[in-house]
Structure formats: C-alpha cells, structure tokens
C-alpha cells in the first residue's frame, strides 16, 4: 500500500527566504508526482508534476525535483513571498493511476 | 473555460438528513473523482467514475454513501442519514483521461457541516 508522509508538518519562515518541503513515498512504482498548492477554505491548485521519466520540472521560483529510486521528491521555493503562504501537498496516482494518494501536506507561513 | 464547478460550497444538515454534493467537470472531461478531507486529516479518495460507471469505489464507505455520473448532468455524492462524522470538505476532481497520464483539476469544494 503506497503512503506518501510530508516533512515538516508546519513551517514559517521570513520573506526573501529559499525553502523545501519535502515528500517521501514508499511504492517507487509511481507513473509521476504532482505537488499542489491549497489555500484555506479553498480548492486544490497544481503547482508541478513530474513525469516518472523526468527528474525536475521548474515553474517560475519553484522547482520540484523526483528520486524515483530512494522514493523522494523536493519542493524548492525561491525568494518566498508572503504570498505563498498555503499548505502545500505533494501527491501520487496508485491503483492503476485513477486515484491519487496525498501526503498531510506542508504549512507554510511566509512573514514580512 | 469554466474549471470544475462544485456546488453548494457551504452545506449544512442535521443529523439523520441526506446530503447531496454536485459537481460538474471541466468541459470535455469524462473522469471524475471524489476526495474527502476531514479536519486534522489529509485528502482521501473515495470513488473515480466515468460517464454512467463507477469505476473504483474502494475509498467509499460501504453504508449511507453512493456517488453517480449520468450521462447528462453532473455528478452527484449522496450521503443518507448524515452523522457528525460525515462533517468534513468533498473535493470533485476530473480529468480527460487517467490520472496517470493527466493532472486532475480540482473544485473548490463543499463543506458539510453536520449538527
């Protein structure tokens, strides 16, 4: 059974500051990894997906990186912005890939 | 381009009452998804339908709950006989084809609240 864990749970950093969150799944037999973005009260945005093929895929200041083989992936966050303060969930498609495992997601407060 | 489109976005029953949730895909879309989230907890599938099929039900609870895709109109999640632990948001997600190959985009939203 894949189980997909987020690290760390909550995090809160000033403005300007480079981060990553971090994603570990246990089932590396993943067809791709997408990360998503959710704010309070609100929907889920994608951010990235990484094809299984693929080891990054960049997208402005974020950048999201794949280890298929130890079961890894990695959020980078450039020159965070109060902005992206959201709970940022990273997520795999199992069960023949209709049905997507999250992670318990990342808090992130970026402060002035 | 309208994305998926959930309504109501805020729902509130007593205990005992039935709950429907509605969701219509993004144009063109013939996947939908269900999720769940209840508070504290992360999102957790619940079934993945296509037109007039269920086609995994495996995160559905197997009593009060029944999901459906018509063939016209949206796709509807039933829940009879609510219970405070049926409080939680219901995401709708769709896709044009498997979520492997394709992202899934995902509506805002219900919140049930149950008294």
């Known amino acids: 059974k894949q189980e997909v864990t987020q690290i760390p749970a909550a995090l809160s950093v000033p403005e300007g500051e480079n981060l990553v969150l971090n994603c570990s799944f246990t089932d590396s037999a993943i067809y791709n990894l997408q990360w998503f973005r959710q704010d309070p009260g609100k929907g889920l945005t994608s951010l990235l997906l990484i094809q299984s093929s693929q080891r990054e895929q960049t997208s402005g200041r974020l950048n999201a990186s794949l280890d298929k083989s130890s079961g890894r992936s990695t959020l980078y966050i450039a020159a965070s912005q109060p902005g992206d303060s959201a709970t940022y969930l990273c997520a795999v498609p199992t069960g023949g890939g209709n049905k997507l495992t999250f992670g318990t997601g990342t808090q992130l407060k970026v402060e002035l | ?115």
């Open chain 2, 1 to 115: 381009n309208a994305g998926v489109m959930q309504n109501p976005r805020h729902l509130v029953r007593r205990r005992g009452q039935e709950a429907r949730l509605r969701c219509s895909p993004v144009k063109g879309h013939s996947h939908v998804y269900w999720y769940r989230q209840l508070p504290e907890e992360g999102l957790k599938f619940m079934v993945y339908l296509q037109k007039e099929n269920i086609i995994d039900e495996s995160g559905m609870p197997k009593e009060r709950f029944s999901a459906e895709f018509p063939k016209e109109g949206p796709s509807i999640l039933r829940i009879q006989q609510v219970v405070r632990g049926d409080s939680a948001a219901y995401f709708c997600a769709s896709s044009p084809e498997l979520a492997g190959k394709e992202t899934q985009y995902f509506g805002p939203g219900t919140r049930l609240l149950v008294l």
